[in-house]
């Protein structure tokens, strides 16, 4: 069983930056991790994955302003966002599972979700 635990949220202004935190408990060997993140009245969507190896992708609104990044000996998966955006306001989840593919259904495991929301 994995358990994740999200952090990191908060009310920032656009343009400026956020650091995700995402931490495990749980065998996550090879699996993969990702943030997924759902706003107001609205379905969850793809954010970034990342691979055991540290294979990343993204979606097209994160690419080029979110990094996401893993440390497997912590057990933790980060996401850096940059030149943050009102429209990026959600609340972000954390992700595992033994697949690599962006589609939140196919992901056992959830952390709680940490809010962002991002003023103009």
């Known amino acids: 069983q994995v358990q994740l635990v999200e952090s990191g949220g908060g009310l920032v202004q656009a343009g400026g930056s956020l650091r995700l935190s995402c931490a495990a408990s749980g065998n996550t060997f090879n699996y993969a991790m990702g943030w997924f993140r759902q706003a107001p009245g609205k379905e969850r969507t793809f954010v970034a994955l990342?691979?055991?190896?540290?294979?990343?992708y993204y979606a097209d609104s994160a690419k080029g302003r979110f990094t996401i990044s893993r440390d497997n000996a912590k057990n933790m998966v980060h996401l850096q966002m940059t030149s943050l955006k009102p429209e990026d306001t959600a609340v972000y989840y954390c992700?595992?599972?033994?697949?690599?593919?962006?589609?939140?259904?196919?992901?056992?495991?959830w952390g709680q979700g940490t809010q962002v929301t991002i003023s103009s």
């Open positions: 990342i691979s055991w190896g540290g294979n990343t």
């Open positions: 992700a595992a599972g033994r697949f690599l593919v962006n589609e939140s259904n196919v992901y056992p495991y």
